[in-house]
């Protein structure tokens, strides 16, 4: 791998980014910054797509500066310290999942300025991302939509209630979608929105399902060969046993891409 890369992750909404994040850091050469609170910074500053990509180029360089000079950088962890694999608690409270991530300051060794840098944001990076991709490498998630809906309805955030606040300032599309009736109708749309943005950009797109089949293989481009990978469980099933027809008859009515990919699941 390159000295001194910078990639993105992106994907829809709990179709596994914060998984791969967590698969590609366990290769110690790479830094992994996990949904990091500068990028709200860099959009509070940032009026448009150029901006944002101006801005992001700015934040990385410090970045690296910050590590070559000794000083602090603030990662999202997990209880074991680590870049968590899903920011939420498996135990269920009603409907909510319990936060379980948190942000810790950690030092870098100051030779780990050339080493390359992994930033995983979705709405965001989506949103941006004919701008993003012009000079970054991107790799994106896309997951059944099934179990992403139904992932979705477990938690209590605003894309369970079809908002997507963080991506509209950024794409009209997106803000067109925020006013269809219908929550069910409205999420089919968001995810249909996600994926026309990956199908026309340069991105390097992953199943969820592949990754969990064959993890080796779908990252061997971004991690080194003696790094060992867990064994994966997929967690479609778990998450697929809710309004299983009420969502597919929706995709296969409305999803004008995503429900195509993935109709072999949706029966």
């Not at 920011?87 to 060794?109: A, C, D, G, H, Q």
């Not at 969990?212 to 967690?235: A, F, G, Q, Y």
Request: glycine share 4%; net charge positive.
């Amino acid at each position: 791998m390159s000295q001194k890369k910078n990639i993105l992750i992106t994907g829809i909404p709990r179709s596994g980014t914060s998984l791969i994040t967590k698969l590609i850091s366990l290769d110690k050469n790479n830094i992994c910054f996990s949904e990091p609170t500068f990028i709200k910074e860099i959009k509070a500053i940032s009026e448009n797509k150029k901006e944002i990509l101006a801005n992001l180029n700015q934040k990385i360089i410090g970045i690296r500066d910050c590590i070559k000079n000794g000083k602090s950088l603030e990662f999202r962890v997990g209880k074991d310290g680590q870049i968590p694999d899903n920011y939420f608690t498996i135990e269920y409270n009603n409907i909510t999942r319990n936060k379980s991530s948190k942000f810790k300051n950690i030092i870098l060794p100051k030779d780990y300025s050339q080493n390359t840098i992994f930033i995983k944001n979705n709405l965001l990076f989506t949103s941006c991302i004919e701008e993003l991709s012009k000079q970054y490498e991107i790799i994106a998630i896309i997951r059944n939509p099934i179990s992403i809906i139904n992932s979705w309805k477990s938690l209590n955030l605003p894309i369970s209630k079809g908002v997507v606040i963080s991506g509209i300032k950024y794409s009209t599309s997106l803000k067109n979608i925020s006013n269809e009736k219908g929550l069910l109708i409205k999420q089919i749309k968001i995810i249909d929105w996600f994926y026309n943005k990956y199908l026309e950009n340069n991105v390097n797109l992953i199943k969820y399902e592949d990754l969990v089949e064959n993890s080796c293989m779908i990252l061997n481009r971004w991690i080194d060969d003696i790094v060992t990978l867990p064994k994966l469980n997929s967690k479609n099933m778990a998450e697929r046993n809710s309004c299983i027809y009420e969502i597919s008859t929706i995709i296969k009515r409305y999803s004008k891409l995503y429900g195509h990919e993935y109709c072999n699941l949706l029966a």
